[in-house]
């Protein structure tokens, strides 16, 4: 069969993300290991936007709209709430454009303030514990939760 006597391609080529998500979860041990790692992402960053939402409502949301659109890489119930959260966000976007400037200035100044502290002490947690230390506590810890992560190799 030649190129002329193919069909046309109905569905689009997937994106690049798409392809390597795909990837990733078609083995049992990346799939979980995808699957932890942008949860345990996805579920900082919401965490730090929420942190940065009562000084700042609008910057901060933008942050736990960005970590909620990584959670629904991985998530159902995540994609609901990105939903909600876009509509919540455009809002949200209305009101800081009407705020009185010395107003915004001030919040915008308490959210990176805040903002300083969640990664001061995240620095500090990881001065405390140690960065290889933790890393490999947090691996046995995955191991434990299911039979299929292999051992680290020396270990």
Partial sequence: MTT???????????????????????????????????????????????????????????????????????????EKLLQRARAWLEKSTAQVKNMDPAVRRRRLLLGLLATVLVLGVAAALIAAYGWPGLAISSWDRIQSISDVVPELPGM
């Avoid at 390597?20 to 900082?44: D, E, Y």
């Fill in 4 to 78: 002329e006597e193919r069909p046309p391609e109905t569905e689009p080529r997937p994106n690049a993300a798409k392809r390597l998500h795909t990837r990733l979860h078609a083995n049992p041990v990346t799939g979980l290991a995808t699957k932890v790692v942008v949860t345990v992402i996805g579920v900082a960053i919401v965490l730090a936007g929420a942190v940065m939402t009562g000084p700042v409502p609008g910057p901060g949301f933008l942050i736990v709209v960005a970590g909620l659109a990584i959670l629904a890489t991985e998530w159902a119930w995540a």
